[in-house]
């Protein structure tokens, strides 16, 4: 294609068809997206950190380690992407962790309605709170590639887990050894 061409087409509108076009096709996906995630599961809007860090402060938050709100978060995080839209991937990975460690420690699952019979010691709720503290680390870890550092990160999200510590026997010296105040 030679620049004759290109300005024959741009003279006849062709570039500005080209950008509709694009225009409307990025904004059908993003709206598919958000569509998914108003009517489905709303709980999966936004990038779930300060989500996160209420359910490890003790609030609850209803659906917010389910698994139906990892599928949404993770469909709708990925039509806003092809999209065109700038979005981070830190949030999404730090909620999509705290799933999956909610998960794991339940050894059930709710949105499936199955009970694996597993894990069943670990379903009280300090115990969930441990795992999706945990998984919360491994989803900063996984987005900003840095194992040791999600610890740091996890420790000024995660108040709650320090706050019982000082109640618990087996957590007492994790938040003395840390300098917790």
Partial sequence: ??????????????????LIL?????????????????FFEPIAAGSGIPQIKCYLNGVKIPRVVRLKTLVVKVFGVICSVVGGLAVGKEGPMIHSGAVVAAGVSQGRSTSLKRDFKIFEYFRRDTEKRDFVSAGAAAGVSAAFGAPVGSLAAIKTTDRAVWLHAQTNDRHTCKGTCVGQD
């Fill in 22 to 38: 694009w225009a409307v096709l990025n904004s059908v996906i993003v709206m598919m997206g958000a569509i998914l995630v108003a």
């Fill in 1 to 18: 294609m030679s620049n004759e061409d290109i300005e024959k087409f741009t003279e006849v509108g062709g570039l500005s068809i080209s």
